[in-house]
Structure formats: C-alpha cells, structure tokens
C-alpha cells in the first residue's frame, strides 16, 4: 500500500522497536537496549515483518504445544459395564 500511495518502493528508512528502545524491560528485569534497523526499500521491510511473525507464530505454537497439547492415553473399558 506504501508503494501504491508513494509510487515507488526505493525509500530508505530507519525504524526503532517500541520494544528495544532502551527503557522497556526484559522479563528478568534487564532494560532491553535500543535496536534500531535500517532499510533500503519499503520491500524489504515488508518481507523482515513477514519473517518475524512467522518466527513469532512458530515459538507461540511451540509453548502451545509444551503447555496445553497432553498426550492421549486411552483408558481400557471394562467390557461388562
């Protein structure tokens, strides 16, 4: 949509997380140092965004799985009930 509205995908920008800005706080209570990327193209910001969710979507999965998903274990019925 950026390159729609623009009418060209070569704008170089440099972002800074809302996460790692140098005041937000690591769960161990370590501040998180700023992090800040640079891009070259609208595009190749669009792909490190679809990257990172796909990243983020498999670690959700992965504490899903570990925390919630029990092994089924049938129990036996008795054949008189």
Do not use: C, W
Not at 28 to 35: L, Q, Y
Not at 50 to 63: E, P
């Amino acid at each position: 949509m950026l390159r729609k509205f623009y009418g060209t995908d070569h704008i170089g920008f440099t972002f800074e997380s809302a996460e790692f800005n140098g005041m937000t706080l690591n769960p161990d209570g370590t501040v998180r140092p700023p992090e800040k990327r640079a891009f070259s193209s609208l595009s190749q910001a669009e792909e490190e965004n679809g990257q990172s969710r796909i990243l983020q979507g498999r670690k959700v999965a992965d504490y899903i799985y570990a925390k919630a998903f029990q092994p089924f274990i049938p129990q036996h019925q008795n054949p008189d009930s």
